[in-house]
């Protein structure tokens, strides 16, 4: 189908936070055949915004209400983590495509009842977005890894490393987001999956609260280690932290017996060196959407596209439960100090 007799998708979005104002505008000024009418959230400034600086006329406090209104094609899901599940279910069930940020859920059950209630809809999509399968750089490596160009790959190390802006709301966010393990490292697990086309099988996750013990009080960790052995042999190494200095320092490397990959490295805001009197250097991407913006719009335009064409998208829910498996799995060997064995 060309673009222009293709149908405009009628979507409404819940979640306008840090994140959900970016899908929004996106949704609204960079997508064709997108038409955002509808959006949903729980503070009043972020509808007002919704109103104001996107006109968007109908708007919601209570999501379900939203999922009334006539004619949506598609609801877009980037509230907090702990709201993921039970908004995806609810939207398939109002017969409506879904696409929803990372992570599926915060448990490995819930996951799995999102997975039995999208098999009773196989006509609607439900997506769990994982941003940097759709980076230009990281979709050049996979397909560099496919056709043979490193030999057989066999590791994978891969972290997630935030600029330190720790404030109060990242630690009561804790209990939301369900941890560093789930809120940073569903990234890595689900590359390194990618990347190695296999399971996790064992775990060994390791880390604490170095900077802030304030996260260690909440249950989680500041910066964290984990190991893991997938059932094909292969292994990953995965990091993150949230207390860089230098700025969001995020990167994979893919090893294989002839060659390596590596992605994003050193995470260099631009070509720019300096040369002062701290020596020579490059100045370091800020933040996550700083470096990964252009895959946002990617990532949603191949939601849409998908929906336009009658095209499965390349990342299936399972791959989203897939990576809470593994989450759910650091963050026990974590705090129960072992080894974990997955049998999925
Ligand atoms: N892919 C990435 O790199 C990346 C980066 C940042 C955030 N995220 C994900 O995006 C999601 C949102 O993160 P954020 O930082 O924008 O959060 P946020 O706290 O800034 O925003 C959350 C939004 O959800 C709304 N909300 C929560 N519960 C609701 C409910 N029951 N009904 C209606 N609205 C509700 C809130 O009103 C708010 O608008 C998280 O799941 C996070 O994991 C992903």
Redesign the pocket.
């Known amino acids: 189908m060309n673009q222009s007799s293709m149908k405009s998708i009628k979507i409404g979005i819940?979640?306008?936070?840090?994140?959900?104002k970016r899908y929004a505008e996106n949704l609204k000024f960079n997508i064709r055949n997108a038409k955002l009418v509808a959006a949903?959230?729980?503070?009043k400034e972020?509808l007002e915004y919704a109103q104001n600086e996107l006109g968007i006329t109908h708007l919601f406090?209570?999501?379900g209400e939203m999922l009334k209104l006539p004619g949506l094609d598609a609801i877009f899901i980037?509230?907090?983590?702990?709201?993921?599940a039970r908004?995806i279910t609810e939207a398939l069930k109002a017969g409506l495509h879904v696409f929803s940020?990372?992570?599926l859920a915060i448990r490995t059950t819930d996951c799995l009842e999102v997975e039995k209630v999208a098999g009773q809809y196989p006509n609607q999509l439900a997506v769990v977005?994982?941003?940097r399968r759709f980076d230009p750089s990281y979709r050049y490596a996979k397909d560099k890894v496919d056709a043979g160009a490193i030999g057989v790959p066999y590791l994978v190390r891969s972290q997630t490393v935030d600029k330190d802006t720790v404030a109060d709301w990242q630690i009561q966010?804790v209990g939301?987001?369900g941890g560093i393990f789930h809120?940073f490292n569903v990234?890595d697990i689900d590359l390194a999956r990618w990347f190695l086309n296999s399971d996790v099988s064992e775990v060994w996750s390791i880390g604490g609260a170095y900077k802030y013990p304030a996260f260690g009080d909440a249950g989680d960790a500041d910066n964290v280690m984990s190991t893991c052995r997938f059932k094909n042999g292969t292994m990953a190494v995965i990091n993150a932290s949230r207390t860089a200095m230098h700025g969001h320092d995020t990167y994979t490397e893919v090893v294989g017996t002839l060659g390596t990959l590596r992605i994003g490295r050193p995470a260099a805001k631009n070509r720019v060196e300096i040369y002062d009197i701290n020596g020579v250097r490059k100045e370091c991407v800020e933040t996550?959407?700083d470096r990964?913006e252009e895959a946002?719009l990617l990532m949603a335009r191949d939601f849409i596209d998908c929906i336009n064409n009658n095209r499965k998208p390349e990342l299936e829910i399972s791959d989203a439960t897939q990576a809470t498996i593994v989450a759910e799995a650091f963050t026990k060997s974590f705090k129960e100090r072992s080894l974990i064995k997955i049998n999925s």
């Open positions: 819940v979640g306008l936070g840090r994140l959900g949903c959230s729980l503070q972020e406090s209570d999501y980037v509230s907090s983590t702990d709201m993921h908004q940020e990372k992570p977005g994982f941003v966010y939301k987001s809120d990234h996550f959407w990964f946002f």
